[in-house]
């Protein structure tokens, strides 16, 4: 059993977590309704504009209902023959690949995702996420809460 005693300090500050739960940083359980929704999560635009990108949804399941976290756990699904941006930032992604198949571009590399990959970019490289498939790529994608804007490569 986990308690305060046996927790590690730079793992959980018991007292920092108390001052800081407000009335919208409550727990809270997001059904999963199949088909990958969650009750309560809106499908949202990848970007609100671009042409630099295809085919893609984004749903915010951690860190846009007022949870004090110090990342966001965000889904994605890319439609057959859609892409992401292809851009570079300060911040780092961890992808893990839940449905279908994909490829990314991380910088010189062409590294092809499958069914529960995990991956890792790191800050400023250059990537963009593919599905040259016929089915749907959908994948989390961890990110830091506060981020750094997009460079667009062209």
């Not at 893609?56 to 023959?81: D, N």
């Not at 498939?133 to 460079?151: H, L, M, Q, S």
């Amino acid at each position: 059993m986990i308690t305060k005693k046996n927790m590690l300090p730079n793992l959980c500050e018991w007292k920092k977590i108390q001052e800081n739960c407000t009335i919208s940083n409550i727990s809270r359980l997001y059904k999963y309704k199949g088909n990958f929704s969650w009750k309560g999560i809106k499908t949202e635009k990848y970007k609100n504009s671009g042409n630099d990108w295809a085919g893609m949804i984004r749903k915010t399941l951690i860190g846009a209902h007022g949870e004090s976290t110090r990342f966001h756990v965000r889904y994605f699904e890319i439609a057959p023959g859609g892409y992401s941006s292809f851009e570079m930032h300060r911040h780092e992604h961890v992808v893990i690949c839940v449905k279908g198949k994909g490829i990314c571009i991380a910088g010189k590399k062409k590294l092809k995702i499958g069914f529960l990959d995990i991956l890792y970019i790191c800050p400023e490289e250059p990537h963009q996420l593919r599905n040259p498939n016929k089915e749907t790529f959908g994948f989390f994608c961890i990110v830091n809460a506060k981020r750094d804007k997009p460079r667009l490569i062209r």
